[in-house]
């Protein structure tokens, strides 16, 4: 059974930092993209930043130089460090695995919340 938990939403002030965790079991995450996407209130989901199982990164315009993507091949966990988090970076984040063979798995989400 695939399972992508997710962890280390919460609440945080404009300025702060968060670190999400995705754990993957069920799947052999070294050879899996594993991605960041999030979904705000009221609006459609949209990719943060991806990992390819060699390593590479790509993320978007609006997250750059302040969220990094990684990986631990040896815990089965990606992370997403984000830092100078802005009101606009409210949103339910999910974790995305994606095989060689395009089959799509999707974890259950983590609200983030940014506010004073």
């Known amino acids: 059974q695939v399972q992508l938990v997710e962890s280390g939403g919460g609440l945080v002030q404009p300025g702060g930092s968060l670190r999400l965790s995705c754990a993957a079991s069920?799947?052999?995450?070294?050879?899996?993209?594993m991605g960041w996407y999030r979904q705000p209130p009221g609006k459609q989901r949209e990719l943060v930043a991806v990992?390819?199982?060699?390593?590479?990164?790509n993320y978007a315009d609006s997250v750059k130089g302040r969220f990094t993507i990684s990986r631990d091949n040896a815990k089965n966990t990606v992370y997403l460090q984000m830092n100078n988090l802005k009101p606009e970076d409210t949103a339910v984040y999910y974790c995305?695995?994606?095989?060689?063979?395009?089959?799509?798995?999707w974890g259950q989400g983590t609200q983030v919340t940014v506010s004073s």
């Open positions: 069920g799947i052999m995450f070294r050879m899996f993209t």
């Open positions: 990992v390819t199982s060699g390593g590479s990164t």
């Open positions: 995305k695995g994606s095989s060689l063979s395009m089959r799509e798995y």
